[in-house]
């Protein structure tokens, strides 16, 4: 009995996507969807030149009659539906019949098939979309499709193609993606006759993901488990640590009950988390499976069956963000840096700012406190004003620290001390952190200063380039995004009185409790006025009206942001101002102090705002740059 048949009218009319193929690997796309369809669990795909000149399609799948043979070439010829109704339920890759008849209508076309009934198979050659030659011929179980001399019928078409190895790119990228989607299938992609990538079809998706990226890319993932019973939304797989970012999505696959497609808003709620992780040109490798009831959504939007139309795509973006942001906690620890995390920390700590540049703070309980128990320390604050101190004095250096105090202190002493305050921090914050390893190895040590904005510095075996302003705003963001009781605040001896416009008065008012958790204690003086009686502690005071003009601005970028967000982007101003700047001098011993504490923190390799810190050259890259070979490094 025939399974393959023309659909009727009716339905071609509503499934028809003109469809055009447009390159190779859109040929090598359809087909292996073919493959997938007829339940095959081993595919091999062959090209050469690029796939322009050879394509080779082979499965293991049920195959086909003669008969199903002789009607898969017609247009709009299928089994996977029968009429309008079944694009509701339907479960296979391919629905509308075109893709056979199309290759074989630009191409030097063969096909053949078997089923494991069938004693013979059949091989079906088409030229051009001529008349196909149709016989009985020997094979194994299964359908191998076989495309030669694609386009050489419509040179106009073959012209806009790429060069041999941009299409065999895209081949690759469109294999891969369908290997990640169907672990349980081997895959198997000879370019020129080697053999480029290979999966075991074991089942595993994390294995499946070491064959095509790597092991190092394997043992930077972290796995997603997600479930919304009420909207009946299962979301599963991988997605990388921030320490491992490429330059584009090209290794983001959204793979949705078995298709893979593309999404603005999946990748967008991927964004969303890293928006304080990595760069803004880095995306993490993510691979995420959905499953969604097939009722929500339709996949007849678009002729390759790239994109698809959600019942509700704003529920997708939450569950995608909330899969995504609840397994970053869990692998870094509740101190990671995101601050729409706003609870109240489990372990408290005093946090000893690092006494460099203009914009730090020596306070009671700092290193300098600890050399010298008799120096002149303001009152720390009650524990209703969170159990800070705020002094008053903001040093250069660690020497004029102790200088303008007038104190005669041994600054080794001091400078012991910080060391110890820093290392007792450090462990402080790790025992209230399950956050893993950052992957900055050993001990930092700092050689010196480039241009006074870039520290140079190794451990055992790795050369460090340390953005010096990059690094200490990702300190002081991780820092205030661990305060959530709010950020501590120091009186201001003269009030100072700021004017508004409208605009900005209004977002003022909209977000009062945020600038108070902020430090900012703004009150109203007038019409769109206010006076400022309290900046953060960790803010030079004459910098406080910038600031708050600079959270107003990126306030206004965000439009319609969640608190989280708000807190976020606010959080980020204030690390950047109150951090050290390119230009500042700085010493060995304050270079050690902000290596050791870039090294504490959870996310070391990127600013809040997406610049990198960190250039990292091992013994490898090292040995590349110098064209070092023939040595076991």
Not at 479 to 495: E, K, N, T
Request: charged share 25%.
């Amino acid at each position: 009995m025939t399974r393959i048949h023309v659909l009727d009218d009716t339905t071609i009319n509503k499934i028809a996507a003109g469809e055009v193929v447009e390159r190779p690997a859109s040929v090598v796309k359809e087909l292996v969807e073919n493959a997938m369809d007829a339940g095959a669990t081993a595919v091999e795909i062959e090209i050469m030149g690029g796939g322009i000149s050879f394509i080779r399609v082979t499965d293991n799948g049920r195959g086909m009659t003669r008969e199903d043979a002789e009607t898969a070439i017609l247009r709009h010829a299928t089994s996977k539906i029968t009429s309008v109704s079944d694009l509701q339920t339907v479960a296979t890759l391919g629905f509308r019949g075109e893709a056979l008849p199309t290759i074989a209508s630009v191409s030097r076309f063969s096909l053949l098939t078997r089923q494991a009934s069938d004693d013979l198979g059949t091989r079906v050659d088409i030229l051009g979309g001529k008349k196909p030659e149709i016989e009985d011929a020997g094979c194994e179980i299964g359908t191998t499709v076989r495309v030669e001399d694609l386009f050489f019928n419509t040179p106009a078409r073959k012209k806009f193609l790429k060069t041999n190895t941009t299409e065999a790119g895209k081949i690759s990228d469109y294999v891969i993606r369908l290997a990640l989607s169907r672990p349980d299938i081997a895959f198997r992609f000879i370019n020129n006759n080697r053999l480029t990538i290979m999966t075991a079809g074991d089942d595993s998706l994390r294995r499946t993901i070491e064959s095509i990226y790597g092991r190092d890319a394997a043992g930077a993932l972290i796995p997603l488990d997600f479930e919304d019973g009420d909207a009946e939304i299962r979301i599963t797989g991988y997605i990388s640590k921030p320490s491992l970012i490429r330059s584009s999505r090209a290794w983001q696959t959204y793979i949705v009950n078995g298709r893979t497609i593309q999404n603005r808003a999946i990748a967008k709620a991927i964004d969303n988390v890293y928006r304080a992780l990595v760069p803004k040109m880095g995306f993490p490798l993510a691979v995420l499976r959905i499953e969604v009831p097939q009722r929500t959504i339709d996949v007849n939007v678009h002729p390759q069956k790239t994109e698809m139309k959600f019942e509700d795509e704003g529920r997708i973006f939450k569950a995608v963000y909330k899969t995504v942001l609840d397994a970053i906690r869990s692998a870094a620890g509740e101190t990671a840096a995101i601050a729409a995390a706003v609870e109240k920390p489990s372990v408290h700590y005093e946090a000893v700012p690092l006494n460099v540049g203009t914009g730090m703070n020596t306070g009671a309980h700092g290193a300098f406190a600890a050399a010298s128990p008799q120096m002149n320390t303001p009152p720390a604050a009650s524990p209703s004003t969170h159990n800070y101190a705020m002094p008053p004095i903001r040093p250069q250096t660690v020497h004029e620290a102790l200088q303008w105090r007038g104190q005669s202190i041994d600054l080794r002493a001091a400078q012991d001390a910080v060391g110890a305050a820093r290392m007792e921090e450090r462990d402080t914050l790790a025992a209230a952190s399950s956050a893993e390893n950052t992957g900055i190895e050993g001990n930092l040590l700092p050689i010196g200063q480039v241009d006074l904005t870039y520290i140079i510095a190794q451990s055992a075996q790795t050369l460090y380039i340390v953005d010096q302003h990059a690094a200490h705003e990702r300190i002081l963001f991780d820092r205030f995004s661990a305060q959530a009781d709010g950020i501590p605040a120091q009186q201001m001896l003269v009030h100072a009185i700021l004017s508004f416009d409208a605009h900005e008065a209004a977002y003022i008012e909209e977000n009062a409790e945020l600038f108070d958790r902020l430090g900012f204690h703004l009150e109203p003086a007038g019409e769109r006025e206010y006076r400022l009686t309290e900046a953060p502690a960790d803010i030079p005071l004459d910098e406080a009206e910038e600031t708050i003009r600079e959270i107003l601005v990126s306030l206004g970028d965000l439009h319609a942001a969640t608190p989280a967000n708000l807190r976020q982007a606010g959080i980020a101003t204030m690390a950047c101002r109150a951090a050290i700047k390119a230009g500042e001098e700085l010493n060995m011993r304050q270079m050690e102090i902000l290596l050791d504490e870039l090294r504490s923190t959870p996310f070391p390799f990127t600013c809040p705002h997406g610049r990198p810190t960190i250039l990292k050259f091992d013994t490898h890259d090292l040995a590349k740059m110098f064209k070092r070979t023939g040595f076991n490094l």
